[in-house]
C-alpha cells in the first residue's frame, strides 16, 4: 500500500511539472504536451547520438524547449491572446497534431528508451509485510527534483516583482501596461519557462511515461484534468490536483485494473461537484 502511495505521488509530481504552466497566462495551451514530448526527443538525441549523460540532458532539454517555445510566442501564439478561446483551443490542438506528424516523420514511430545511470536503477525497500515501503531510485529522484521546482516557482510567484507583474498582466494586459509594464516581454519570458519545465518534464518522464510521437495525445486529457481542478490563479491547487490525480490513477489500475483509467475520472467529477 505504502509503495502505491509513494509511485502514485511521484507520479502526480510528474503531472504538475508538464502541466503547471498549461493555463498560466489565462491561454487555452492543448500543445503544452507537444513541448514535453520535445524535451523528451531533444534528451533521446543528446544521449544517443552525442553521447551525453543522462544528467546533462535534463538542463539542455530545457533550455532547448525554451527556446522553441519562445520562438513560437512570438511568431504564432502571441497573435492569438485576444482570440476567444476556441479559437485559442483549435489553434493548440492543430499544432498539437503538427508536431506529432513532425516527429513521427523525423524520428519514427517506435517507443524511444532512455537508459538511465545505474545508481538511478535501484529500489530500496523499508519495512516488511503488507506495510512494505519500496522507492525506485529513479522515482525519488523525479519527486525530489519536481519538489524543489513546485517550491521555486511558488517562491517566484508570490515573492518577486516579476510574478507580481505577471499575476498583473494576466488580469489585465491594458492596465498592466500602462502602468507601464511591459506586458510582451513578461508573457515572452513566462511561456519560455512554462515551455522549458514542459519539456523537462518530458524528458523525466520519458522513462517513466514511455515517449512516442502520440505523447500528447495520450497525456492531453489528464494535463487538462490537473489544470481544470487545481485552477490556474497559484501553484497549490495544480499541485494537489495532480497529487490526487497520480495516486486515483496508480492505485485504481493496481486495485482495480479493469476499470483502468475510468477512476480518474470518477475523481475528476466528484471533486468538480
Avoid at 551525453?52 to 501564439?77: K, Q, S
Avoid at 506528424?101 to 538511465?116: E, F, K
Avoid at 519560455?192 to 518530458?202: D, E, F, H, M, T
Wanted: charged residues 10%; proline residues 3%.
Amino acid at each position: 500500500m505504502l509503495t502505491i502511495l509513494f509511485d502514485g505521488v511521484a507520479y502526480g509530481m510528474l503531472l504538475f511539472i508538464l502541466a503547471v504552466t498549461m493555463g498560466l497566462m489565462n491561454f487555452i495551451n492543448l500543445a503544452h504536451g507537444a513541448f514535453a514530448m520535445a524535451g523528451g526527443y531533444i534528451t533521446i538525441v543528446l544521449m544517443q547520438r552525442a553521447g551525453l549523460p543522462f544528467l546533462a540532458c535534463l538542463p539542455l532539454a530545457f533550455a532547448g524547449t525554451a527556446l522553441l517555445g519562445a520562438v513560437l510566442e512570438r511568431t504564432l501564439y502571441r497573435p492569438m491572446y485576444r482570440r476567444p478561446h476556441l479559437d485559442q483551443v483549435l489553434f493548440s490542438i492543430g499544432l498539437t497534431f503538427m508536431a506529432v506528424a513532425g516527429v513521427d516523420y523525423l524520428m519514427g514511430s517506435t517507443q524511444q528508451l532512455i537508459q538511465l545511470p545505474d545508481w538511478l536503477r535501484g529500489r530500496t525497500e523499508i519495512g516488511d509485510g503488507a506495510w512494505t515501503l519500496g522507492m525506485g531510485h529513479y522515482r525519488l529522484f523525479i519527486i525530489g527534483v519536481c519538489a524543489a521546482l513546485a517550491l521555486g516557482l511558488q517562491y517566484v510567484l508570490a515573492r518577486t516583482r516579476f510574478g507580481s507583474r505577471l499575476r498583473a498582466a494576466v488580469d489585465d494586459q491594458r492596465v498592466a501596461a500602462g502602468l507601464g509594464i511591459n506586458v510582451n516581454v513578461i508573457f515572452l519570458a513566462t511561456f519560455a519557462v512554462g515551455s522549458g519545465l514542459a519539456g523537462l518534464g518530458g524528458a523525466l518522464g520519458a522513462e517513466v511515461l514511455g515517449l512516442d510521437p502520440t505523447f500528447p495525445l495520450k497525456f492531453m486529457l489528464y494535463f487538462l484534468i490537473v489544470v481544470a481542478v487545481g485552477g490556474t490563479s497559484s501553484i497549490t491547487g495544480p499541485l494537489l490536483a495532480a497529487l490526487l490525480l497520480g495516486v486515483a490513477d496508480v492505485a485504481g489500475k493496481y486495485y482495480i485494473p479493469k476499470m483502468g483509467a475510468f477512476i480518474v475520472y470518477c475523481v475528476m467529477i466528484a471533486i468538480l461537484i
